[in-house]
């Protein structure tokens, strides 16, 4: 709407524009048809960015209405059926359920169509045809009357790969048709981790969410219950990545407080530790959380390859040999050894690398 708005403006003042040049002109010869060209031209550009468009209805006769029913449908809707008025289906469950006379069976969708009559309008009820269906009465008038939607699970997510310790969740929409109370479950293991009620004719969006203890591949399963009666049982498949302990060596220049702290918040927190703290020149203090002994005597690059991060201070990384920094520097430009330094007074270290 706004575009044409704009065009028609646009269209407007050109054309003002053009009236105006075509009235000031010296020469008054055949002005009214000069007037009448620019208006076709602006008339004509109009059309081109604004097709010309005509609403209207297309009444169509409805003489020979004809009934077609497909999976889905309600039978309260053939109650509503004028008496006489032609009832066929082309499925044959649909055919066995109902067993009655006033019902017809279509063998072939394409010689039924030939049957009917030009003026004819199939009314189809229930989950409709499908593109194949659809094909066969091509140039037959049709028109759709849905069920409604059936109880159940509408649409649903979850979590199809996770890390250990991370949230496993579950989100879609449930609709309850029934006339008493679906409780919706989550279960692990047969063990209810969380639950929701949907109230008769009723639909709600639903969310849960819990942290898996065990690790690899899983199978939780949302229940739908109705009393005693179990209305849906939908495996819900995940993998549960194994977490990762990273590595964390630890390089101090004297067994502060600090680096104390750091180490054992690291071991709580399921992180591998190996820390080492100078006392005096060439006396050593080493400390292991959650990691087999090492030899931190020297650091080589077939030590640091055994961790993932290095947290070393200023100072003691000022006083390590340069091999030992050729190894440090190494390991973390070329093999991913994540470095941090734990800042003090000495900065040296940092105009020396």
Known sequence: MTWNLLILAASFSILFFLFWKEVKRTQKQRLIWRLLASFVAVASVVCLAVPPFYHGKNSIRTDHEVLLLTEGFSKDSLRFSPQGKLIYTADESVFQTLKSPQIKLIADLGLWRKTLPQNALIRVLGNGLSEDELQLVD???????????PSGIQKINWTHQLNSGENFRVQGKFINQNKEEVKLILKALNTGLDSVKIGAKKSINFSFRFVPKQSGQAVFRLLALAGKDTLE???????????????VLMLSASPDFETRFLKNWLAENNYAVAARSTISKNKTTTDFGSLNKLPLEKITAALLQNFDVLICDASEFNNLSKPETAAILAETSQKGLGLIFKADSNTSFIRQN
Do not use: C, D, G, H
């Open 139 to 149: 140039n037959i008038p049709l028109k759709f009357t849905a069920s409604e939607l």
């Open 233 to 247: 049982n939908e495996p819900l498949p995940a993998v549960i990545e194994p977490k990762r302990t990273l590595k």
